[in-house]
């Protein structure tokens, strides 16, 4: 039997960005219509880890006058695909098959270097057979933006695959 319909249940069609209208698995009428509208994600499992894991490191999400724009989503995206290339790369040096679960994204004093200043670290690291491999690690001072710190980084990390460029 469906659950009763919430107060404030709208019977406008939801329409994702990517998605057609949505029923909900109870047979009901579609569900309200979000009041974000979603970007681009990836299809692969450890590309839509990686980008869930930095949401809460992408100051340009929690900006009340929508610091989105297509050029941070972009960023976003393509950070994923070059960490998750750099995972599948090193994969057989932490001896197993990894999975999406086996993938952290770590800080260090984010929330003081938010509040008071200063630096914070950030790492991505993935569990092998007993051991937390390092993927990339950063630091990012007070104002600094972590996604493109990482990009940095991973463009550091990727010379040696292209070193005309």
Not at 77 to 82: A, K, P, Q, V
Not at 103 to 119: A, C, E, L, P, T
Not at 148 to 158: A, P, T
């Amino acid at each position: 039997m469906p659950p009763p319909a919430s107060p404030g249940y709208q019977s406008a069609p939801y329409t994702h960005a990517a998605q057609g209208p949505h029923v909900n698995p109870y047979g009901q009428a579609p569900a309200p219509s979000p009041t974000v509208v979603s970007a681009q994600t990836p299809t692969d499992p450890l590309e839509q880890r990686v980008l869930d894991l930095l949401y809460p490191y992408r100051d340009e999400c929690f900006k009340e006058d929508d610091g989105m724009t297509v050029a941070r989503e972009r960023a976003a995206l393509i950070l994923c695909e070059n960490i998750a290339f750099l995972i599948r790369h090193n994969q057989s040096s932490y001896g197993k098959r990894i999975d999406t679960n086996d993938v952290s994204i770590i800080s260090r004093n984010w929330q003081g270097m938010k509040q008071f200043g200063g630096s914070a670290g950030l790492g991505v690291f993935v569990n092998g057979n007993g051991f937390t491999h390092t993927v990339l690690r950063i630091t990012v001072s007070s104002g600094e933006n972590a996604i493109d710190r990482f990009m940095i980084q991973v463009d550091s990390v990727l010379q040696t695959f292209f070193p005309e460029v």
